[in-house]
């Protein structure tokens, strides 16, 4: 049958099972936006404040469910106002397929209005991206962009596609969609006699696992796993849920502000399983001096990953769930009741801990995770809120924390959670978000409210830029250059002025009080909460230390106390 291009782009997201796209339309989307309008019964548009918004809401889509995100934008601005969300998918490995739509073939290249080389921006930050010039290409090119972003480990792709290519015809041929098939490595039987034989010699295993768990769904598997070693766990930020946080095997998080059970376990165990990490720099702190006890075993999907910010004794290059499995085949149940006994005592000496009196950020999480059960869908911005949300919100399973790790992203969590709820309606959603972070895409309230979606906003307000401010209290002798946000904002207003339900709380008592009226409220509920402005995120290893030298505020204050 002959179709346009622009009905083409909808027929190929409906073969691939595409229910909701995020995005704000222009002039050269128009054609598609027109089709879109068209189906409107079959894929639900969501309309977001701002293109930034959207490239985060298609994240958090992808990132709750597994399945592939996508978003859309016109050309020029709008192309690279998705920039910072492709980049952010690119650094946490979320499958997401951005699609934006040119100029006219004849006008690129030649300054035209809103012409911009959107191909050569996201090269860098994605796993591929395609500009289609000609309308036969255009459908095996989209089946190709969601294979690619599903495909191994998950990544963004971008889709440019001029104007005048939505509005040409050409033939199209239905295809039904795939599957894509699990990455299948080749691992040679001596590998695993290998990687057996360092496990069943280690007397000090610790388990070390990351965001490559979750997406791999083989969080059943490490299960097993560490129960058949008798093995402590730890994670990584984005490793949250892949590994029970109240199975008594599990130590936290590992890294700048990880646990000092985790980081002094790993700075002493005699083998380090390294699974489906990248040994990101605020995990490892010294490279020079991590885990300089351990032997490390490496398994990722990405051969790249291998020896590139630390130095293994051994790798397993393939997806983390069918290696797991294969180990857990070949491995004799092992008994290492002595150092889990010690790691027990390290917990127990070091558990993390606040202040018992006042609103504060810790308080708020713990109370957060009570009142929901540990059930929610917990995402959050980027800063002093986020690691305190990935300390003491307990996660049970996988895609229960969404929060950008690599890039740090300033902003994310908003349109990350109206992706989440779009995603899961009968799940409670709460952004967890500091008032610096807050102000960079406040306007997706008014999105929130125009779905009417029921999420909760908890902003952790200090009035600064909390983790800034720390690192100029510790390091940069107190002064605070641009970090201080005293300036009479007041988010109960602004919520309301954008037609959500505001609350402010002060006092534990209020904070249990608001918080109850906003998980029974049918819209979203921002809910401005008042801390110190010097709380401060502990245990911490300071930039260029081993994580073995972790402090918390009585080592700083004891340290200071020594003549």
Not at 299 to 310: F, G, L, M, R, T
Not at 339 to 365: A, C, R, V
Request: charged content about 25%; proline content about 4%.
């Amino acid at each position: 049958m002959q179709l346009t291009g622009a009905e083409i782009i909808i027929e190929c997201l409906k073969e691939q099972g595409v229910d909701t796209v995020f995005g704000y339309p222009g002039g050269q989307i128009l054609n598609v936006y027109d089709e879109l309008y068209k189906h409107r019964d079959e894929i639900k548009h969501i309309l977001t404040s701002h293109e930034q918004g959207a490239s985060h809401a298609a994240d958090g889509y992808a990132r709750s469910t597994g399945k592939v995100g996508v978003c859309m934008a016109t050309s020029g601005p709008g192309a690279t106002n998705l920039v910072t969300g492709i980049a952010t998918a690119y650094m946490d490995s979320v499958p997401l397929v951005a699609i934006t739509c040119n100029v006219g073939v004849p006008l690129l290249g030649k300054d035209s209005f809103q012409e911009v080389d959107i191909a050569g921006i996201t090269t860098p930050i994605t796993k591929h991206n395609f500009i289609v010039k000609d309308i036969e290409k255009l459908s095996a090119t989209i089946r190709r962009a969601f294979a690619i972003a599903a495909k191994g480990r998950p990544g963004p792709v971008l889709l440019d596609i001029p104007k005048d290519v939505t509005a040409q015809k050409c033939e199209y041929t239905p295809v039904s969609q795939e599957k894509p098939a699990r990455f299948a490595a080749e691992i040679p039987e001596e590998d695993f006699k290998r990687a057996v034989k360092m496990i069943s010699g280690a007397k000090r295993p610790f388990i070390f696992a990351g965001g490559g768990v979750v997406l791999s769904e083989a969080s059943a598997e490490l299960k097993e796993f560490a129960e058949k070693i008798d093995a402590p766990v730890c994670d990584s930020l984005m490793g949250k849920g892949a590994f029970d946080g109240t199975d008594e095997k599990y130590t936290g998080m590992l890294g700048m502000h990880g646990t000092k059970a985790s980081n002094l376990g790993v700075s002493e165990c005699d083998l380090l399983i390294a699974v489906g990490v990248r040994f990101s720099d605020r995990v490892i702190g010294n490279a020079a001096k991590f885990a300089k006890q351990a032997k490390i075993l490496q398994i990722d999907i990405d051969p790249a990953e291998i020896n590139k910010n630390i130095i293994v004794d051994f790798s397993m290059i393939g997806d983390v769930k069918d290696v797991l499995g294969r180990l857990n085949a070949r491995v004799l149940p092992m008994e290492h009741s002595e150092w889990l006994s010690h790691i027990q005592e390290y917990k127990e000496k070091y558990p993390l801990k606040y202040p018992e009196t006042g609103l504060n950020g810790p308080y708020m999480i713990d109370e957060i995770y009570r009142m929901t059960k540990g059930d929610a869908l917990i995402v959050t911005e980027v800063g002093q809120h986020q690691m305190w949300a990935a300390q003491f919100y307990k996660y049970k399973k996988p895609r229960t924390l969404l929060t950008s790790g690599g890039l740090g992203t300033m902003g994310y969590g908003l349109g990350a959670a109206i992706g989440a709820k779009t995603a899961n309606p009968d799940k409670t959603v709460i952004n967890i978000a500091g008032d610096g972070c807050f102000r960079m895409n406040m306007n997706e309230i008014a999105t929130a409210v125009r779905q009417k979606l029921p999420l909760i906003e908890v902003i952790v307000n200090n009035h600064v830029l909390g983790m800034v401010r720390q690192w100029q209290t510790l390091f940069y002798g107190e002064r605070y250059s641009a970090t201080i946000l005293d300036d009479g904002m007041d988010y109960v207003k602004l919520a309301e002025a954008m037609g959500a339900t505001g609350y402010r709380a002060g006092t534990r008592e209020e904070f249990e009080e608001v918080m109850k009226k906003a998980l029974a409220a049918d819209g979203p509920v921002v809910i401005d909460c008042v801390i110190d402005s010097d709380d401060k995120v502990w245990p911490m290893v300071a930039p260029g230390a081993a994580i073995a030298e972790v402090f918390t505020e009585e080592d700083l204050k004891q340290k200071e106390n020594t003549p």
